[in-house]
């Protein structure tokens, strides 16, 4: 089992930025990593994520704005948000899997306002 904790969500007005992070409770070194969101009424959507050997994948319209990266040593991932809009206002998800184990924090609530 890994635990996992996210931070850094929060009310953030639109144009501005935020950094989310999460922390795993054990070694990450063996696992892909990535970030999720969740609009109300939509379904669970890729924002980004970084595999093993640290290449990052972004979901449709993520990259460019969005900056994924992972520290293993610390056992943390990150996202960093610029020029947000009200569109990206979700729950924002952090996964750490690997074909064997499919881990998924509780979430951290991003609201954008106009």
């Known amino acids: 089992q890994v635990d996992i904790v996210e931070s850094g969500g929060g009310l953030v007005h639109s144009g501005g930025s935020l950094n989310l992070s999460c922390v795993a409770s054990?070694?990450?070194?063996?696992?892909?990593m990535g970030w999720w969101r969740q609009a109300p009424g939509e379904r669970r959507k890729l924002v980004a994520k970084v595999l093993i050997g640290g290449k990052t994948i972004y979901g449709d319209s993520m990259e460019g704005r969005f900056t994924i990266s992972r520290d293993n040593a610390k056992r943390m991932l990150f996202l960093r948000m610029r020029s947000v809009s009200p569109e990206d206002t979700a729950v924002y998800y952090c996964?750490?899997?690997?074909?064997?184990?499919?881990?998924w924090g509780q979430g951290t609530r991003v609201t954008v306002s106009s």
């Open positions: 054990r070694n990450i070194i063996n696992y892909d």
């Open positions: 996964n750490v899997y690997n074909p064997y184990y499919d881990f």
